[in-house]
């Protein structure tokens, strides 16, 4: 009995004096002893994403692609001295009217704007001067435009855009199994340097027809009483007048031709330029 109350005294000490003990254990005890704790933990986790980090992806270097500056091979002028001339076929399917003389959308200058485009992607720097000048003494008007756009750039070939009056029995050709619309020239035998402008334009003819056997009409020279006879030719020996279709050629049968006339534009420059 008197041995159990002996233990007794000495638990109940030993309670009552570690709260007072403990305040003399140094700080850095303590401290050190929560640090250990805090850093185990954190390696644990540290060591957790190791390994479950996922390699990053190896991003592959963008290639820099230079390409080569384009090449011109040479400058032209497109322009329309009877600038609303129209197709029967076209104005017919688009508005259900015919119109041929005069049509503010569907005339020589919209296939002035697909001959540009063709042109343009063979590497020919094209213009187009759009200008509308009354029809009656079209020529007159439209010189001083023209002058004006020759005087401010060195053209390498230009021409005027226009359609024939004929019917589609004379502007039209069968090539294989499809239809083109022919084309016709025009030179002003009273320009007196024609002669340079009739070259010119045999030039075209000539590869024109390298392409589409049969798709180019006549030369047509005209001078004298009762026509104009320069077409304003005389302002540049290389101004081509060029008839493209007549008023009966649908718009498949104008493209066409475009095509070989944009075709035979680019060989006649770059056979130019060679010399």
Known sequence: MKKNL?????????????PVIIQFIPEESKISNSKIIKENALIVYASNIVEEDIPEEEVEPELEIQTEPEQKIGSLLLYFTHSTEAYQPITKSVDGKIAVSNHQTENVMKMGDKLKAQLDMYGVETDTLKKAVPYVRAYRDMRPYVKKRISEKDYDLIIDVHRDSVGPDKTTIVHGS???????????????????????TNRLKTEMEKRIPGITRNVIPKGGAGVDGKYNQDLHPNIILLELGGIGNTEDELNRTIAVIAESVKEMLEQMKEK
């Open 6 to 18: 002996q233990i007794w005294s000495v638990v109940i000490l030993v309670l009552f004096l570690f």
């Open 178 to 200: 499809e239809r083109y619309a022919k084309v016709a020239f025009v030179v002003g035998t009273d320009n007196p340097n024609y002669k340079k402008n009739e070259a010119m």
